[in-house]
């Protein structure tokens, strides 16, 4: 009989304590759970640990292996699933030695909460943060479930993201039933709100579209379905659907922002994205909005978009499995061209549109909304770069995505960069991109600033980058 008792000590709202997740095995077996979780106790009697602090993923595939809240935790099983195959519900295998606390298993995870009602918002924040947090995940989940049908309510654990004071960050996990959402305190601020609903908004769409999700990691077109859609779905939702004026904003931003993620780089968009698929973001989004033009015809952006999702998941849903091939890759077309083609993507894409009607006009410095997106691309490049900062972004000690950081072990979590070379990130984005540019052309190191202000640091770019200073306008 294999018994699996499972604690998670928690006060994660003050970051800065240690918390131990546990699993206890009494078995004669031996498990090899997955790296992080350090091994104790004695052979049928094993005892595995984790650190809860440093189990904030990397941005990407990757899922929090433990998530804390104030009255709840969720602690992913999956490592250990040898030990719960022989009961018919992981829940059942689990002895929980306070009483109150009531067990429920969602896509992998063991979620424990000390409320009977396990479909609930379980957050960190105050009663006003928490009800806003709530509202917009409702409006989302309604506006999703009115053009892809409903979805069961999910368990929505809120988490803090123990980041520095002042910077936004957020990391999302999502599957059947579960949404996993970190949130650092600042997030909250009214500043910051805008992109916080966003963010809800972007992961509330993944309850429909994780779907694609298995081949994602290793395929671009995937890649971009996933979380481009993601983030052209969380775009209209965000946008208010009263004019096209803000979705043209947002999808000229991000044409600006995936080709300034392209520049320099003699590769195809294809090849890029695969190699970085943090730029699948923006590009993935351009890519769906191309997609779903030749899909769809001359409607409207919304319903070309929304009805080319319901296709891809209806037909996933039909199998019963998840989607073989996201539409479109099957019979790849002058779309996927633009992206497999080298040369200038964004002279590519401009033709391209201009050839279906959407207009794009490329002149002029960036506007202000085209900055501050360029000031997100540039932290995240440089977060890729740096191995002596304290960020949160690819950290948790094991860079995953770039191989190129692998010596990158020291690195923990906080702080945010606010100035390159002393062009600061906020007031002239521009001038630091260019630094950045500049460094990587030449392979210097670029002294950067954090926000915590306690130390500062030298990366050298490793990437051939150059930032193109050109508007992208655009009228749908
Ligand atoms: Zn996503």
Same mark, same amino acid.
């Given at each position: @009989?294999?018994a699996?008792?499972?604690?998670?000590?928690?006060?994660?709202?003050?970051?800065?304590?240690?918390?131990?997740?546990?699993?206890?095995?009494?078995s004669?077996?031996?498990f090899?759970?997955?790296?992080?979780?350090?091994?104790?106790?004695?052979?049928?009697?094993?005892?595995y640990?984790?650190?809860v602090?440093?189990?904030v993923?990397?941005e990407?595939?990757?899922? =929090?292996?433990?998530?804390v809240?104030?009255?709840?935790a969720?602690?992913?099983?999956?490592?250990?699933?040898?030990?719960?195959?022989?009961?018919s519900?992981?829940?059942?295998?689990?002895?929980?030695?306070?009483?109150?606390?009531?067990?429920?298993?969602?896509?992998?995870y063991?979620?424990?909460?000390?409320?009977?009602?396990l479909?609930?918002i379980?957050?960190?924040?105050?009663?006003?943060e928490?009800d806003?947090?709530?509202?917009?995940?409702?409006?989302?989940?309604a506006?999703f479930?009115?053009?892809?049908?409903?979805?069961?309510?999910?368990?929505?654990?809120?988490? +803090?993201?123990?980041?520095?004071?002042?910077?936004?960050?957020?990391?999302?996990?999502?599957?059947e039933?579960?949404m996993?959402?970190?949130?650092?305190?600042?997030?909250?601020?009214?500043?910051?709100?805008?992109?916080?609903?966003?963010?809800?908004?972007?992961?509330?769409?993944?309850?429909?579209n994780y779907?694609v999700?298995?081949?994602?990691?290793?395929? =671009?077109w995937?890649?971009?379905?996933?979380?481009g859609?993601?983030?052209?779905?969380?775009?209209?939702?965000?946008s208010?659907?009263?004019?096209?004026?803000?979705?043209?904003?947002?999808l000229?931003?991000?044409?600006?922002?995936?080709?300034?993620?392209?520049?320099g780089?003699?590769?195809?968009a294809?090849?890029?994205?695969?190699?970085q698929?943090?730029?699948?973001?923006?590009?993935g989004?351009?890519?769906?909005?191309?997609k779903?033009?030749?899909?769809?015809?001359?409607?409207?952006a919304?319903?070309r978009?929304?009805?080319?999702?319901?296709?891809?998941?209806t037909?996933?849903? %039909?199998?019963?499995?998840? %989607?073989r091939?996201p539409t479109?890759?099957?019979?790849e077309g002058?779309v996927e061209?633009?992206?497999r083609?080298?040369?200038?993507?964004l002279?590519?894409? %401009?033709?391209? @549109?201009s050839?279906?009607?959407?207009?794009?006009?490329l002149?002029?410095?960036?506007?202000?909304?085209?900055?501050?997106?360029?000031n997100?691309?540039?932290?995240?490049d440089? +977060?890729?770069?740096?191995?002596?900062?304290?960020?949160?972004?690819?950290?948790?000690?094991?860079?995953?995505?770039?191989?190129?950081?692998k010596g990158?072990?020291?690195?923990?979590v906080?702080?945010? =960069?606010?100035?390159?070379?002393?062009?600061?990130?906020q007031?002239?984005?521009?001038?630091a991109?260019e630094?950045?540019?500049?460094?990587?052309?030449?392979g210097?190191?670029?002294?950067?600033?954090?926000?915590?202000?306690?130390?500062e640091?030298?990366?050298?770019?490793?990437?051939?980058?150059?930032?193109?200073?050109?508007?992208v306008?655009?009228?749908?």
């Amino acid at each position: @009989m294999i018994a699996v008792g499972l604690c998670a000590v928690a006060s994660a709202a003050s970051g800065a304590e240690t918390t131990w997740a546990t699993v206890t095995i009494s078995s004669s077996r031996d498990f090899s759970p997955s790296p992080g979780w350090e091994k104790g106790g004695r052979p049928g009697h094993w005892v595995y640990t984790r650190d809860v602090v440093k189990t904030v993923p990397a941005e990407g595939r990757e899922y =929090p292996p433990v998530v804390v809240t104030q009255g709840a935790a969720a602690v992913d099983v999956r490592p250990f699933s040898d030990a719960l195959t022989s009961h018919s519900s992981p829940c059942e295998a689990v002895q929980i030695d306070r009483r109150d606390v009531t067990c429920a298993y969602r896509s992998g995870y063991l979620v424990l909460t000390k409320s009977t009602e396990l479909l609930h918002i379980d957050t960190v924040f105050g009663r006003r943060e928490s009800d806003w947090i709530a509202r917009q995940l409702r409006r989302d989940r309604a506006e999703f479930s009115r053009e892809l049908g409903e979805k069961a309510d999910p368990v929505v654990l809120v988490y +803090l993201l123990p980041w520095a004071e002042g910077a936004c960050g957020t990391l999302g996990g999502v599957r059947e039933g579960l949404m996993l959402l970190g949130i650092s305190r600042a997030c909250v601020d009214k500043e910051h709100r805008p992109e916080l609903s966003h963010f809800l908004a972007h992961e509330t769409f993944h309850l429909w579209n994780y779907i694609v999700a298995p081949r994602a990691g290793t395929d =671009p077109w995937a890649m971009m379905v996933l979380e481009g859609g993601a983030e052209w779905a969380a775009d209209l939702v965000t946008s208010g659907g009263q004019s096209d004026q803000p979705l043209a904003t947002s999808l000229a931003d991000r044409i600006f922002s995936c080709a300034s993620s392209l520049a320099g780089d003699t590769r195809s968009a294809y090849a890029i994205v695969k190699a970085q698929p943090s730029i699948a973001y923006n590009c993935g989004a351009v890519y769906v909005f191309e997609k779903s033009i030749v899909t769809f015809g001359e409607s409207n952006a919304r319903s070309r978009f929304f009805s080319w999702t319901r296709a891809e998941v209806t037909s996933a849903a %039909a199998s019963s499995k998840p %989607a073989r091939e996201p539409t479109g890759v099957a019979s790849e077309g002058a779309v996927e061209a633009t992206y497999r083609g080298t040369g200038n993507w964004l002279d590519a894409t %401009a033709a391209w @549109m201009s050839a279906h009607g959407v207009r794009v006009r490329l002149d002029g410095p960036p506007t202000l909304s085209q900055a501050r997106r360029m000031n997100i691309d540039i932290v995240r490049d440089v +977060l890729k770069n740096d191995c002596a900062g304290r960020y949160g972004l690819y950290t948790d000690g094991i860079p995953r995505i770039d191989p190129v950081l692998k010596g990158c072990r020291t690195m923990s979590v906080g702080g945010q =960069p606010v100035s390159l070379n002393g062009e600061s990130l906020q007031a002239n984005p521009v001038g630091a991109a260019e630094a950045w540019a500049s460094a990587c052309k030449k392979g210097e190191a670029v002294t950067v600033r954090y926000l915590d202000g306690r130390q500062e640091s030298k990366p050298r770019c490793s990437k051939n980058g150059l930032v193109p200073i050109r508007t992208v306008g655009i009228v749908l």
